[in-house]
């Protein structure tokens, strides 16, 4: 089975602090996502990334930025966190790009700016 | 963007019945794919059914179908005999041809079976 984990399910961060979400995936997916979940809004793409230190802006990138070093890890970085950033964030990846694939999630890292 | 609407936010069937959860979505693609995720209380998200846009037969998982209407761009999915753990958050996706995968969400359909 696919196995995505995110470094925390819980986080509780203070406006202005830089804070690292961390995603790992378990299968040599080629593609993975970082998605922000609210209330009434669904899901929405704040970046993904195709390949190893390749990226692409989502729907909602601003105040965000990402990193893949390597295959497995997709890192989220909130740069100088904000309390509108306070959200479930998902993590998703997908084997490759080539053909239709479904996107496997992780359990979500709910932060709190306060 | 395409664009993925769930109409109904919060919906509730009795256990053992049968519901119906609706997604309309927006695109001039062809070929695409539709997706029904269910997330539960506290849980991971997890894909339930797909749809390929080609195929004009509906999918079906076990009690999980969808009744895929592509000249009405809609993908309804149904759930029948419900049981308890059906209780979760329903997503409709929409995944069009190009690059990466990228997927396209509606807002979500909270569902509880009510025992």
């Known amino acids: 089975d696919v196995k995505v984990t995110q470094s925390s399910r819980y986080l509780v961060k203070r406006t202005g602090e830089k804070v690292f979400l961390e995603c790992v995936q378990d299968?040599?997916?080629?593609?993975m996502f970082w998605y922000r979940q609210d209330p009434g809004l669904g899901l929405r793409l704040i970046y993904f990334?195709?390949?190893?230190?390749?990226?692409e802006k989502g729907d909602i990138p601003e105040g965000y930025s990402v990193s893949r070093e390597k295959k497995e890890r997709f890192s989220l970085i909130l740069e100088s966190a904000s309390t509108n950033q306070t959200s479930m964030y998902l993590c998703?990846?997908?084997?490759?790009?080539?053909?239709?694939?479904?996107?496997?999630f992780g359990p979500g890292t709910r932060l709190t700016v306060l | 963007a395409q664009t993925v609407t769930q109409s109904q936010p919060e919906m509730s069937v009795q256990e053992a019945e049968t519901v119906t959860l609706s997604c309309t979505y927006d695109?001039?693609?062809?070929?695409?794919?539709l997706f029904w995720y269910k997330q539960p209380p506290s849980r991971q998200m997890i894909l339930v059914i797909r749809?390929?846009?080609?195929?004009?037969q509906n999918a079906t998982e076990n009690r999980f179908s969808v009744n895929f209407q592509k000249a009405a761009k809609s993908f309804s999915l149904k759930i029948s005999d419900s049981q308890l753990g059906d209780t979760a958050m329903y997503f409709c996706?929409?995944?069009?041809?190009?690059?990466?995968?990228?997927?396209?969400f509606g807002t979500g359909t909270s569902l509880t079976v009510i025992p």
């Open positions: 749809q390929e846009a080609y195929k004009q």
């Open positions: 998703a990846s997908s084997l490759t790009s080539v053909a239709y694939n479904e996107q496997f």
């Open positions: 996706a929409f995944m069009g041809p190009r690059g990466g995968n990228q997927f396209y």
């Open positions: 299968m040599d997916h080629e593609n």
């Open positions: 695109t001039s693609e062809n070929n695409y794919y």
């Open positions: 990334s195709y390949d190893v230190k390749m990226k």
